[in-house]
């Protein structure tokens, strides 16, 4: 079936205009993950929705990040007046549900790059 | 909080080498404790995993084991071959998910 898709797959936009990211997980997974890639860094967790829960916005780097969920499926990462430090590969994630033991689904990413 | 620190790369090897990458963790609680792999040009998949101390995880000739005594789940593979190379990072759950910083691995013929 079909896995966790991304879009756009790359952005470059000029510093200070906003962006938005979008993410499709997989059918029927409940939790949602964004993370963000930078060169040479690890994953770096940002934010997690599960089912209707609040999301866990403890990962945000600042008030310019923000991230929805509609229905329980799509989401959306929005980066307010993008600073070049912004530029990293986003990535989404999927699972069937909450618990520790589940498996993460990783979308392709998004590559952005703030100019 | 809980972290994750891994053995920092790149690593190089030849063919049929041995091959570990170190991973030791901190966690207040009882994590699960995971590897994933990213091959050149894909995303992020599960190697392996292992839910409770003692457990070994194993997956496409790898395999780590969840060492609660040393706070450690190094990634072993006996012979490596070039399809291995890829950026190896390992992870944990607990409430939220941690990511080490990644291990780039070079398997050269």
């Known amino acids: 079936g079909a896995g966790v898709s991304q879009s756009p797959s790359n952005k470059v936009t000029e510093k200070g205009k906003d962006v938005e990211l979008r993410c499709d997980p997989i059918?029927?997974?409940?939790?949602l993950y964004w993370y963000r890639q930078s060169l040479g860094q690890g994953l770096e967790f940002l934010i997690y929705?599960?089912?209707?829960?609040?999301?866990?916005k403890s990962g945000l780097p600042s008030d310019r990040f923000s991230a929805e969920r509609t229905g329980g499926s799509v989401s959306t990462l929005t980066i307010q007046r993008t600073q070049q430090e912004d530029s990293a590969v986003y990535l989404c994630?999927?699972?069937?549900?909450?618990?520790?033991?589940?498996?993460?689904?990783f979308g392709p990413g998004t590559r952005l790059t703030v100019t | 909080g809980d972290s994750v620190t891994q053995m920092e790369g790149p690593v190089t090897l030849s063919e049929e080498a041995c091959l570990t990458i170190?991973?030791?963790?901190?966690?207040?609680?009882?994590?699960?404790l995971f590897w994933y792999v990213q091959y050149p040009g894909e995303g992020l998949q599960l190697l392996l995993k292992a839910t409770k101390a003692d457990d070994k995880g194993s997956n496409k000739g790898f395999e780590a084991t969840y060492r609660k005594e040393t706070t450690s789940f190094h990634l072993e593979k006996g012979s490596v071959q070039v399809s291995d190379s890829a950026v190896y990072f390992c992870a944990l759950a607990d409430n939220d998910m941690r990511f080490g910083a990644g291990t780039r691995l070079t398997v050269k013929p």
């Open positions: 170190n991973c030791t963790y901190t966690a207040t609680g009882y994590p699960s």
């Open positions: 929705f599960q089912g209707n829960s609040a999301p866990d």
């Open positions: 994630a999927s699972s069937l549900g909450s618990g520790t033991t589940n498996e993460q689904y």
């Open positions: 059918s029927g997974h409940t939790a």
